[in-house]
């Protein structure tokens, strides 16, 4: 069925009069009120200088989109900003129109402002003052209550820090000197704020089709996000009792994950995935965060542990990307996880980090946790790069991914369902590396001499200088030169301020900054060469290339699994067929007698 979507232009009083009937809400997930003193001001500013150029045509003040909730309210997706400052201005008005003495005009705009704020007796068109036509339930505000008695006693502290009270108290500041000065003009201004500055009011009939006008329309930066919904939605399906508690936990988790330079949002997204693998969902189609929550009433985010899953999944992110230990979790001071974890950073996209919180969520309190992670972690590193250094595109990772996350439900030594890797080709590919895979590749390759975590901040240094003499090589072109440069064999991690000391000098000019480098393989790759040319690049292609294809295997690429059993799956592969055919093998894995030896050299010959 179709989205339907209702556009009236109306004047601010003719908008604010449906209120009467469906009442303004500014619902739960909406952030609070945040428009400023200097915006109250550019807001009055245009509306003075509308009148006294005493224009005939509108001004139009911008779109509100909303939509009927169940309770028959206009919940305001876009414009809670804009429509609760209209509010506040016309209360102001009214205030000042209530201190005046009486006259035609004032008691004419006393009543249009009466129509467009409060309830009404339906035969006498007596005002309810404590009946507002709008209200504010973003959740956790004390702001809401300070709106309502602002626009109920037309007061507010003049003391107050809270938006509300600042900017009500700036329109009547601005009201009472604009009234003193322009007396006969002041009722053009409430005529004009009234009836001819416009509105666009779009009104959908779903809170999906709303959001997804509002993400059309915005262009601030500030649309709402998905977490913005689940918030509203397990604020509400608590008891009062547990959402004082609740809101608190959501603003730390807030703070926390900003900190680490994530987002609640990205936390529900890497959540999905666990939930999707506690499924045995391996679709490689990646539904939409809202939609995939909103499945059956939004159930998924009422479990009891979804705040705590979202802080555990928090908790790595922090490991990961602000380097610091956190209470309980002891793990992260084994400095091999660190460097893995350090090194798929800089894999080139992020569907490493579904299967690395699947694993994390599911086995963290398991007593052989630290040793099955970095397991994990080592094997996935292996295949996920060697995969994307042979073949650099998504889709070479996407499926397995997905399959991954399933088995690793199953069990802490999961099944990897990649491909094999062809060494030759492998390693081929590392000496040419595309530009996307060598810092992973430097990574990890300096992490073979370190023993502890590379600087935050480093540089790829080109040993040979990418400028250099062209009469510096006469047996070779510089074609041949240029491409060697950007070979992997040419290639070191270096400190930023170091690398820039060295500047595009030649290896002599630069041992001195190199020596004074904190990287291990840098040192001693200065220590052990006096000259640097297109030989030495060669040489050290060849040796990288062998490097990290014997750590990738050593870590698990091309090589057995154990299932959980605890019995070896040897993978054999068929080169006529391009296939793999699975043995399961007989033999316990510490059992080293001559069959078993006998069993492995013929399937799988050194």
Partial sequence: MAATIEVNKQSVKQLLETGKKQKFVIPEYQRSYAWTDEQIQILFDDLVEYTENDNENTYFLGTIVAYENDQGEQEIIDGQQRITSLFLLLRAFYTKLESMVETPESKNFKSQIETALWEQDELTAVVDYKKTLIVSRVMGDEGNKIFTNILTTGRANPKAKDNYSINYNLFLELIETYAASQPEQFYYLIRNVLSRAILLPITADSQDTALTIFSTLNDRGLALSDADIFKAKMYNHKDKAARIQFIEDWQHLDEEANNANESIQTLFYYYMFYLRALDGDRKTTTPGLRKYYSRNNFEKLYKDDVMD??????????????????????????????????????????????????????????????????????????????????????????????????????????????????????????????????????????????????????????????????????????????????????????????????????????????????????????????????????????????????????????????NEKGKNLIVIPDESLNKYHEYIEIFDLEDNNENRKDFLNKINPK
């Fill in 309 to 562: 899953k979202l802080n555990a999944i928090l908790n790595l992110w922090i490991l990961i990307n602000n380097r610091i230990e956190i209470e309980g979790e002891e793990w992260y001071k084994n400095i091999e996880i660190k460097q893995v974890m350090d090194s798929l950073t800089s894999y080139p996209n992020e569907y490493w980090k579904y299967p690395v919180v699947t694993y994390y969520l599911k086995y963290r309190k398991e007593n052989n946790f630290e040793v099955d992670f970095l397991n994990f972690l080592k094997k996935l590193f292996a295949i996920l790069a060697a995969r994307y250094i042979v073949t650099p595109t998504l889709n070479a990772v996407k499926g397995g991914i997905l399959n991954l996350n399933t088995e690793v439900i199953k069990s802490s030594n999961p099944k990897f369902e990649f491909a094999k890797i062809d060494e030759q080709e492998l390693k081929d590919k590392i000496k040419k590396a595309h530009r996307n895979t060598v810092r992973m590749i430097l990574k990890v390759l300096a992490y073979q001499h370190q023993d502890n975590l590379l600087p935050e901040k480093w540089e790829i240094e080109h040993i040979l200088p990418q400028k250099w003499q062209s009469n510096y090589f006469s047996s070779s072109t510089d074609e041949e030169v240029k491409e060697l440069v950007e070979h992997i064999g040419n290639k070191v991690p270096f400190e930023k301020k170091l690398n820039i000391t060295a500047s595009n000098g030649y290896f002599k000019k630069k041992q001195e900054s190199y020596n004074k480098s904190h990287i291990k393989l840098i040192i001693e790759l200065s220590r052990n060469n006096n000259e640097w040319g297109l030989d030495k690049i060669h040489e050290r292609d060849v040796r990288t290339a062998d490097e990290i294809f014997q750590l990738f295997s050593e870590w698990g690429l091309n090589q057995i699994n154990v």
